[in-house]
């Protein structure tokens, strides 16, 4: 991937100008009169693109980066001309920077090294450096970078910009920079730098990597070694299959970005060597082949980067979407945290359970499958970890609650099952309906959840599914009013007999046929 060869670099980057040669007539744009000085050379000499470059390739680095050495610094005046093309200065600030410049740049210069600039602010989209090829400003401390300063009170169009930049090399390397201070000119470095094909903005304190770098499709060489702050996730953007032709990485080897590492109660953040992505790439896609069924062609990308013990840990996402599986696939790849497998036609989650490459799993996409439950995760470590478990659509004909039950109490947890057509009936109303209620915040979708008859488990009521107990009930309420009505005939017919006893003395049928028993000779 490093590609040492010179000349091929081509670039794009953070700050300067807009390139519209072939697209916009040239517009007088509203300059200063230090701009005005430059503009009148310009009318009076014809283009340099005409002109012959003279031989000062002993100062070219990569064969278009001007570059010299403090040794060669002039004494008084700051500046000094290398050859006819090229301007060299040392130690200059604010106040001497342009009156520097000013005198010693003409219309034939198109290289310009300032060693030690002390500034607060660099337009580079200044018209007096509109002619450069090679713009260096190194090993000072530059407080802003800005493109275009006057204009940028009308953000509306890129006319403002200056027409043309010719740079093709800039080298801001060494100067204190922080991202903070390549804001905002840099937000969209496209559109400024089309000409650009070697960025060294090396030993400087970025923590933003220059994603435009890799959107643009041009081919560019970065130096990006000794900002140890650049977040790794991007250089593996970058290092991407399509990116990787694109973006070179001068200084490959002392080239480092910071790795995000999160454990349970803390932060930390560990500085790898560019190189180690590039092989847990590797690594990555030889184990995405083996992903079984064989030649399904699943992809892989690193979710994260972790650190275990000393050793970076790639955790995965699979997408294995819309390939007519009918079962899950098997043989992960080490660490596969995330598995999309929407849009198959799978029918049983066992695998789940009894495959080992699926122990670390946290988020599983299976929508428009055909699962018709879900009792196969019970026990899993899946259902122990999941922080996502997406079941929308699948052919669900009820919910073993109790599978999922003890998991619910964690936020940020998503269980999804839209689509889904349950069986509803008495115990559907009883037990799923309440436990959705209950569960609500985890399952987002759960109005989705539907009967069979399409109206959804949530909306189900009781009166409606449950006939059969109501019934019952109201039979127990008949017994025992029956039950009351015999007791109160007893105790009316017992005190009729025993009113007739006392007043009549004869016992009415049926007592006067009863045997007599001990406690009647108490009652006499
Ligand atoms: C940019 O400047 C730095 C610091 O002076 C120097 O080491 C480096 O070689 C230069 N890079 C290029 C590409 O000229
Ligand atoms: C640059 O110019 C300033 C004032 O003109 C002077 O003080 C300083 O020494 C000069 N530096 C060099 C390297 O000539
Ligand atoms: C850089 O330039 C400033 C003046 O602008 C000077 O004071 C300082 O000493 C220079 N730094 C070095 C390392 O020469
Ligand atoms: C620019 O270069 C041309 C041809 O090389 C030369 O005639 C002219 O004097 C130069 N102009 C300046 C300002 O150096
Ligand atoms: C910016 O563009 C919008 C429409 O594109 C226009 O209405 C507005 O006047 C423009 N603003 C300026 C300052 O040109
Ligand atoms: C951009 O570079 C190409 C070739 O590298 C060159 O032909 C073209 O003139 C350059 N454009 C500008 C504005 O310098
Ligand atoms: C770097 O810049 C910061 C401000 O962003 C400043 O405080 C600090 O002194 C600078 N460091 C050096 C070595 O100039
Ligand atoms: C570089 O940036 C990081 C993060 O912003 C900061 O913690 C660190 O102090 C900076 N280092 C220097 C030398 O400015
Ligand atoms: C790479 O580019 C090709 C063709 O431009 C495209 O089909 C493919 O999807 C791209 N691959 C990636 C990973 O972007
Ligand atoms: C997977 O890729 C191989 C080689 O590119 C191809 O032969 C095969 O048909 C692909 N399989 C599917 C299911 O797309
Ligand atoms: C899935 O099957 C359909 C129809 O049988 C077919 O058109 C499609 O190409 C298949 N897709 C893959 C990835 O094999
Ligand atoms: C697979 O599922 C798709 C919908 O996801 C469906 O259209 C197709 O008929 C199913 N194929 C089989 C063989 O069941």
Same mark, same amino acid.
């Given at each position: 991937?490093?590609?040492?060869? $010179?000349?091929?670099?081509?670039?794009?980057?953070?700050?300067?100008?807009?390139?519209?040669?072939?697209?916009?007539?040239?517009?007088?744009?509203?300059?200063?009169?230090?701009?005005?000085?430059?503009?009148?050379?310009?009318?009076?000499?014809? #283009?340099?693109?005409?002109?012959?470059?003279?031989?000062?390739?002993?100062?070219?680095?990569?064969?278009?980066?001007?570059?010299?050495?403090?040794?060669?610094?002039?004494?008084?005046?700051?500046?000094?001309?290398?050859?006819?093309?090229?301007?060299?200065?040392?130690?200059?600030?604010?106040?001497?920077?342009?009156?520097?410049?000013?005198?010693?740049?003409?219309?034939?210069?198109?290289?310009?090294?300032?060693?030690?600039?002390?500034?607060?602010?660099?337009?580079?989209?200044?018209?007096? $450096?509109?002619?450069?090829?090679?713009?260096?400003?190194?090993?000072?401390?530059?407080?802003?970078?800005?493109?275009?300063?006057?204009?940028?009170?009308?953000?509306?169009?890129?006319?403002?910009?200056?027409?043309?930049?010719?740079?093709?090399?800039?080298?801001?390397?060494?100067?204190?920079?922080?991202?903070?201070?390549?804001? #905002?000119?840099?937000?969209? !470095?496209?559109? &400024?730098?089309?000409?650009?094909?070697?960025?060294?903005?090396?030993?400087?304190?970025?923590?933003?990597? !220059?994603?435009?770098?890799?959107?643009?499709?041009?081919?560019?060489?970065?130096?990006?070694?000794?900002?140890?702050?650049?977040?790794?996730?991007?250089?593996?953007?970058?290092?991407?299959?399509?990116?990787?032709?694109?973006?070179?990485?001068?200084?490959?080897?002392?080239?480092?970005?910071?790795?995000?590492?999160?454990?349970?109660?803390?932060?930390?953040?560990?500085?790898?060597?560019?190189?180690?992505?590039?092989?847990?790439?590797?690594?990555?896609?030889?184990?995405?082949?083996?992903?079984?069924?064989?030649?399904?062609?699943?992809?892989?990308?690193?979710?994260?980067?972790? $650190?275990?013990?000393?050793?970076?840990?790639?955790?995965?996402?699979?997408?294995?979407?819309?390939?007519?599986?009918?079962?899950?696939?098997?043989?992960? #790849?080490?660490?596969?945290?995330?598995?999309?497998?929407?849009?198959?036609?799978?029918?049983?989650?066992?695998?789940?359970?009894?495959?080992?490459? &699926?122990?670390?799993?946290?988020?599983?996409?299976?929508?428009?499958?055909?699962?018709?439950?879900?009792?196969?995760?019970?026990?899993?470590?899946?259902?122990?970890?999941?922080?996502?478990?997406?079941?929308?659509?699948?052919?669900?004909?009820?919910?073993?609650?109790?599978?999922?039950?003890?998991? $619910?109490?964690?936020?940020?947890?998503?269980?999804?099952?839209?689509?889904?057509?349950?069986?509803?009936?008495?115990?559907?109303?009883?037990?799923?309906?309440?436990?959705?209620?209950?569960?609500?915040?985890?399952?987002?979708?759960?109005?989705?959840?539907?009967?069979?008859?399409?109206?959804?488990?949530?909306?189900?009521?009781?009166?409606?599914?449950?006939?059969?107990?109501?019934?019952?009930?109201?039979?127990?309420?008949?017994?025992?009013?029956?039950?009351?009505?015999?007791?109160?005939?007893?105790?009316?017919?017992?005190?009729?007999?025993?009113?007739?006893?006392?007043?009549?003395? &004869?016992? !009415?049928?049926?007592?006067?046929?009863?045997?007599?028993?001990?406690?009647?000779?108490?009652?006499?």
């Amino acid at each position: 991937m490093f590609n040492g060869r $010179f000349s091929l670099f081509n670039v794009s980057v953070w700050v300067l100008t807009v390139y519209l040669v072939f697209h916009v007539p040239l517009i007088e744009m509203r300059v200063d009169d230090f701009e005005q000085q430059a503009l009148a050379q310009a009318r009076e000499q014809p #283009p340099v693109s005409t002109e012959k470059p003279e031989p000062i390739n002993q100062h070219l680095k990569l064969g278009k980066c001007f570059h010299m050495p403090r040794s060669k610094c002039p004494a008084e005046p700051n500046c000094t001309k290398v050859g006819s093309m090229s301007v060299f200065c040392c130690d200059l600030d604010s106040a001497r920077l342009k009156e520097a410049l000013a005198s010693s740049i003409t219309q034939n210069t198109t290289y310009l090294h300032v060693l030690n600039a002390t500034i607060d602010e660099l337009d580079v989209s200044q018209a007096m $450096f509109r002619r450069l090829t090679s713009m260096a400003f190194t090993d000072g401390n530059i407080d802003k970078i800005v493109v275009a300063r006057k204009e940028s009170m009308d953000m509306n169009t890129t006319r403002q910009f200056p027409k043309h930049s010719s740079v093709a090399c800039l080298n801001i390397s060494n100067n204190n920079l922080t991202s903070a201070k390549l804001q #905002p000119a840099i937000q969209r !470095p496209y559109a &400024y730098l089309f000409n650009l094909s070697v960025l060294d903005a090396s030993a400087n304190n970025l923590t933003e990597f !220059p994603l435009s770098l890799v959107h643009s499709n041009r081919k560019i060489s970065v130096d990006l070694s000794g900002n140890r702050y650049l977040p790794c996730k991007n250089f593996m953007k970058a290092m991407e299959e399509n990116n990787s032709s694109l973006v070179t990485f001068l200084k490959y080897r002392d080239t480092y970005c910071a790795l995000d590492i999160s454990f349970n109660w803390f932060k930390d953040v560990r500085v790898v060597q560019i190189d180690h992505l590039r092989i847990q790439k590797e690594v990555l896609n030889e184990s995405c082949r083996n992903i079984k069924p064989a030649n399904i062609n699943c992809t892989c990308i690193p979710e994260r980067l972790e $650190f275990s013990g000393d050793v970076i840990t790639n955790l995965v996402a699979v997408d294995c979407s819309q390939r007519n599986l009918t079962s899950l696939p098997t043989n992960l #790849p080490h660490n596969t945290v995330k598995l999309n497998v929407s849009y198959n036609n799978i029918t049983s989650l066992q695998t789940v359970a009894d495959d080992s490459t &699926y122990e670390h799993l946290r988020q599983l996409i299976l929508d428009h499958n055909d699962i018709p439950y879900i009792l196969e995760l019970e026990g899993t470590k899946f259902i122990d970890n999941f922080m996502l478990f997406s079941i929308a659509y699948n052919k669900l004909k009820t919910i073993h609650t109790y599978v999922l039950s003890n998991r $619910f109490y964690k936020t940020g947890l998503a269980l999804l099952i839209a689509g889904n057509y349950i069986n509803c009936d008495c115990n559907t109303e009883k037990t799923l309906k309440p436990w959705l209620l209950e569960n609500f915040k985890n399952i987002p979708d759960y109005k989705l959840l539907l009967c069979d008859d399409k109206v959804p488990v949530v909306d189900l009521v009781e009166s409606q599914v449950c006939h059969t107990p109501r019934d019952w009930t109201d039979y127990i309420y008949y017994i025992i009013g029956l039950e009351v009505l015999i007791l109160v005939l007893l105790i009316s017919k017992v005190s009729y007999d025993y009113w007739v006893f006392k007043t009549a003395g &004869y016992l !009415p049928w049926p007592a006067n046929k009863m045997p007599r028993l001990p406690c009647d000779w108490l009652c006499e």
